[in-house]
Nanobody
Framework: QVQLVESGGGLVQAGGSLRLSCAASGRTFGSYAWFRQAPGKEREFVTGIGRSGGNTAYRDSVKGRFTISRDNAKNTVYLQMRSLKPEDTAVYYC??????????????WGQGTQVTVSS
């Protein structure tokens, strides 16, 4: 049974940092990604990473502030978030796919973790 379990969300002040983790089980994945959904908005792609870790993609609004990484030995992906802004407030979802090229259209999803940035 495939599972993606996120952790690390919470409440932080603007300018602060958080690190999200997502532990995968049940199979290995070619790509991981983080999506987010703010209240009243559609879910959006935040960042993704390929199998080797050298292939990454970020949405423009988080470039230079967020860093995605993965530990293949632990089947875990991380999202380091710095200089957080109130507009980063959302439920963050970990996602994964067997195919590296499918990081923006993953097949598997976690349950989500809330990130709230106060001004």
């Amino acid at each position: 049974q495939v599972q993606l379990v996120e952790s690390g969300g919470g409440l932080v002040q603007a300018g602060g940092s958080l690190r999200l983790s997502c532990a995968a089980s049940g199979r290995t994945f070619g790509s991981y990604a983080w999506f987010r959904q703010a209240p009243g908005k559609e879910r959006e792609f935040v960042t993704g990473i390929g199998r080797s870790g050298g292939n990454t993609a970020y949405r423009d609004s988080v470039k230079g502030r967020f860093t995605i990484s993965r530990d293949n030995a632990k089947n875990t992906v991380y999202l380091q978030m710095r200089s957080l802004k109130p507009e980063d407030t959302a439920v963050y979802y970990c996602a994964a796919d067997p195919v590296t090229a499918a990081m923006d259209r993953p097949s598997y999803w976690g349950q989500g973790t809330q990130v709230t940035v106060s001004s």
